[in-house]
């Protein structure tokens, strides 16, 4: 069992109209739900892969139960811890008539101290027979900044493997605690983190990817679109890049393995993050792996 792990869902609405004026009444045409979160895009993409996976993270309110309604229609199990505030929306209301999107997104809910101690024992009972530990995206208010550091401790101290998908100092405290594989989200001119052990760090490259291990560097990409020299990815990409990883970590594929499977899956995701199966079978013989440069 996979379990991913998302402290900041979001419940995306989506209104289109066919015409959308600024102080006026608009009628709607059509409504959608959709979830959102890194670590919810990773476990739907793992279960349309055959993987057994398990949701979690913290949910709250009407907004919640919906993102476990949604995530039920795909198959995906959930293990959320609830909390007392309203997990976040996002409104997006399309204009139809001129294709205008215009987003309204809401703040993250404060998370108290009490519904994190209740997290940390629900992640932990989640740990037995767990094959590994996805941690992704942006953290909450009311969350310390070390809280994947202790997630991350948590499972490393089970004897799970852990892959890291973050940024900023939550990134930076996660490393430390030694996880398997981090994927970090790093600003402009930030450097890559310095990382020890039996770490590795996946770096995005233009339809590609640089992987630093304690063996030296690896490169894969899409046949002449080699890792620096590929075109702009889609922007599903690196949740299903992050998705690609997974199955490898948990099970110990070799890393030509891994990388096929992972820049496959990658590079065949639509502009909304849907996999094209036909396509990524198509893709998976392409991709390319250039073995470690010390």
């Not at 973050?166 to 405290?173: E, I, T, V």
Request: aromatic share 6%.
């Amino acid at each position: 069992m996979i379990v991913t792990v998302t402290l900041n869902p979001s419940l995306h609405v989506r209104y289109d109209a066919d015409r959308v004026e600024l102080g006026a009444s608009n009628r709607v045409s059509r409504v959608r739900h959709q979830v959102g979160g890194r670590g919810l895009a990773v476990a739907q993409l793992l279960r349309i892969f055959g993987h057994e996976v398990v949701a979690a993270g913290l949910a709250g309110g009407s907004a919640g139960e919906v993102i476990r309604a949604e995530l039920a229609k795909t198959g995906v199990a959930t293990q959320f811890t609830r909390i007392n505030a309203e997990s976040r929306r996002v409104l997006q209301v399309t204009d139809t008539s001129g294709g205008v999107q215009t987003a309204f997104d809401e703040p993250a809910p404060y998370i108290t101290t009490e519904e994190l101690g209740r997290l940390a024992a629900d992640y932990r009972a989640l740990l037995d027979g767990a094959t590994a530990v996805v941690l992704c995206g942006s953290l909450p208010a009311g969350l310390p900044a070390e809280t994947y550091g202790s997630l991350t401790s948590y499972a490393v101290d089970a004897g799970v493997p852990v892959v890291l998908d973050a940024g900023g100092p939550a990134l930076r405290y996660g490393v430390a605690r030694g996880p398997a594989l981090i994927i970090p989200d790093l600003a402009a001119g930030e450097p890559v983190p310095e990382v020890a052990g039996a770490s590795s760090v996946v770096l995005q490259a233009d339809g590609g990817v640089r992987v630093l291990t304690a063996a030296g560097e690896w490169l894969a990409g899409v046949g002449a679109c080699q890792a620096g020299s590929g075109p702009q990815p889609a922007a599903g990409f690196r949740d299903a890049l992050v998705a690609g990883f997974v199955p490898g970590i948990a099970l110990a594929w070799s890393w030509p393995d891994m990388l096929r499977h992972a820049v496959a899956l990658a590079a065949a995701v639509s502009a909304d993050g849907a996999p094209d199966l036909g396509a990524y079978e198509a893709l998976l013989p392409r991709v390319t792996v250039t073995s470690p440069r010390t």
